[in-house]
């Protein structure tokens, strides 16, 4: 009998340590609307609203999107399960992260999509195709400048809140909340000389870009004379303009930016054609 004392009493001692145990676990994390969090209170972006973000940067299966203050998660997981996209959340509060990666799980697309805890303004999301983000004006400020260092052609989708003086590509309202996206713009500014080629045309031709943001204006020197560029757009990467040359042809050119490079094609209104190549000076 004395061989039985130490086993009775280490069970007595596992079933009293069994509720205690439970006790301690406590209820399950549940965000609150309205929530403190680092920079921002939690509120939810209504679904129809993520709907059309996710539309206006017209995400497929080839992207990669990166939600900025994740909260539950409802952008990556709607990212990866309506569009098939790869996606990422990134959010500051633990408790929070840990609760949206199981909406993830039980979403049924944790092979795509994924939430982690981490800073928004010191984690790197260089690789995404699409940033989307519900902040506040000055937390878009202050990442406008590593949104801006980019890759060219990078979407970006704001939920309510714009980016002060850099206009937005396109702005949509639906029940009374709006949503901001942009394109991020290749760096043009500055000198290139420009080389025609084909269609019996051939020349160089210095040419100066001024940039504000994706919007653009500029000058060739066509001999002793310099004339304006016409209908100057940048989308991203893609870029075009037109002028009209001393014998009174006009041409338009269109092509796409690569770093201190430029090429593409040209059409003149006297039917020629050719291609075009620019060197940053």
Do not use: C
């Amino acid at each position: 009998m004395h061989l039985l004392r130490p086993v009775v009493a280490a069970l007595a001692a596992l079933l009293v340590a069994v509720p205690v145990a439970a006790q301690q676990k406590g209820p399950a994390f549940e965000p609150q609307v309205g929530q403190a969090g680092k920079d921002v209170i939690w509120v939810p972006t209504p679904d129809e609203v993520v709907d059309r973000m996710l539309r206006m940067a017209q995400v497929t299966a080839n992207d990669y999107v990166v939600d900025l203050g994740a909260g539950d998660g409802k952008i990556a997981i709607a990212a990866a399960k309506k569009f098939g996209a790869r996606a990422l959340g990134i959010e500051y509060d633990a408790d929070m992260a840990r609760h949206a990666q199981g909406n993830v799980e039980r979403a049924g697309v944790a092979g795509r999509a994924r939430i982690v805890q981490g800073d928004i303004f010191v984690s790197d999301f260089s690789q995404a195709t699409v940033v989307t983000m519900y902040l506040l004006p000055a937390l878009n400020l202050k990442l406008r400048p590593q949104i801006l260092g980019m890759r060219p052609g990078t979407r970006v989708v704001s939920h309510s809140f714009s980016m002060d003086d850099w206009d937005a590509d396109e702005e949509s309202s639906l029940d009374g909340r709006r949503a901001y996206f942009w394109v991020v713009p290749a760096n043009v500014a500055g000198t290139w000389m420009l080389e025609l080629a084909g269609g019996g045309t051939t020349g160089r031709h210095e040419v100066t870009l001024e940039q504000r943001y994706q919007k653009i204006e500029g000058t060739i020197a066509l001999g002793s004379l310099l004339g304006g560029l016409r209908e100057a757009r940048l989308r991203g990467f893609q870029v075009a303009f037109a002028y009209v040359d001393n014998a009174g042809v006009r041409r338009e050119l269109s092509g796409r930016v690569s770093g201190a490079r430029m090429e593409g094609s040209f059409r003149a209104d006297n039917g020629t054609e050719g291609r075009w190549s620019a060197t940053k000076k």
